[in-house]
């Protein structure tokens, strides 16, 4: 009975150390999270309106579906510059 009794106490000293530093980890998580979004502001960027596209006699139709295509894939992020036929 003697060596189940420290096995059972060893496992327990274990559990509480891992949930003891998987606490921790979660309240210098949310603190950091806190610090930085109150002391550090936030990139503003500029949204810059896109060139026109030169779409080398395609249909205006497709070249539109094409363009909201890329801007829907791309989050908005993306531009169509140029459309070539190949």
Not at 26 to 45: A, C, D, M, Q, W
Request: proline letters at 3%; glycine letters at 10%; aromatic letters at 4%.
């Amino acid at each position: 009975m003697n060596e189940l009794g420290i096995a059972f106490e060893m496992m327990g000293v274990g559990m509480i150390t891992v949930f003891v530093i998987l606490a921790l980890v979660v309240l210098l998580g949310n603190l950091i999270i806190r610090f930085v979004n109150k002391y550090i502001p936030e990139v503003v960027t500029q949204k810059v309106q896109p060139a026109t596209v030169k779409s080398g006699g395609i249909n205006p139709k497709k070249m539109a579906a094409i363009v909201s295509a890329v801007k829907t894939v791309t989050g908005g992020k993306g531009h169509v510059s140029k459309i070539e036929k190949l």
